[in-house]
């Protein structure tokens, strides 16, 4: 996944943008939270963002909504959205729409995330999305959707893994039934056990040592960084940010941490989670710093607590999160802890 040069054209563009009036950070009392979701609840599959041709993928999302004790609902068009732009978008639009105006459905799930997502996040209709709250999945891509209905309508959205992947382990399907299946709080989160403790998959290591507590927010750092100078800019203040990346190598990652850190985003974050990065340390001529050494550098003398190697992103096994709810973190001990559901009774 090469997104570079997409990169370079957002942030060209955004930055001929007026900045938008700064919105307040989001009070906990205003959150809106879906409904919790029951056996046999419809879900529609959606594709905003990568076109899916392939019909196993619409299959091997089916099987997971099915797994979950729910009830997939698959539009035809899934499959054939047009070739053309313009026919993209709206073909998108209506999807995205109609999903969430339809009163038997009641979560959304974007079926896979990809590119695509920018083409149309400026003509969502978010005061539909806000009259009818619903369970909404999808990480990567999606990040900057989340932040504008977030922005928009105070939704309780979910980062989490989206199931037309190819891999789909148990560890994965257990994260998403427990974060919208329940009105239980998640409470502390843990990445799946190591089958070799003494080379874990997926090490966890302390940063900056301490505690803090704030509204969770975050995503992937690639899309993160397009959302600067537009409506839908994150918002870090007094919230734990976390992010993720795939397939960056380390110089490419240390420019976009650097860019949001010399942006203020990082200046009154309560703390900072750094999501497991998948192939994201191969060696360059660039830089002769591994990714480690790019987050102690960049992230090391915020004064903040920080860790590092929660399975957030772009892995297999995959944590889902309810972003705007109220967390905490110990970053001494590397645990993220959400404090409050995001699904209602």
Known sequence: MHRRTFLTTSMAAAGALSLPARVQALSQDSLIRPKVLRP????????PSTT??????????????RALGLTPVTPPSLLTRPRDLAGSVRHRLDELHGAFADPSVSAVFAARGGYGISE??????YDLIGRNPKVFLGFSDLTPLHLAIQRRTRLVT???????LTRFPPFSLAALRRAFCTVEPLGTLRNPDEPDPLRPVYPL?????GTASGRLIGGNLTMLM?????PWEIDTRGTILFFEEVDEAPYAVARMLRALKHGGKFDDVAGVVVGACANCD?????????????FDQVLGD????VFSGLVLGHTAEQLTVPLGTQASMDASACMLTILESGVTA
């Open 40 to 47: 046999g609840d419809r879900v529609a599959l959606i594709n």
């Open 52 to 65: 899916i041709h392939d019909p196993a993928a619409a299959i091997r999302a089916e099987a997971v909504v």
């Open 120 to 125: 149309i996040i400026a003509e969502i209709d």
């Open 158 to 164: 979910f980062h989490g893994r989206m199931p037309s």
């Open 205 to 209: 290591r302390t940063i900056s040592p």
């Open 226 to 230: 397009t959302t600067l100078g537009t």
């Open 282 to 294: 191969e060696p360059s001529s660039a830089t002769p710093y591994t990714l480690n050494e790019i």
């Open 302 to 305: 915020l004064g903040v607590p």
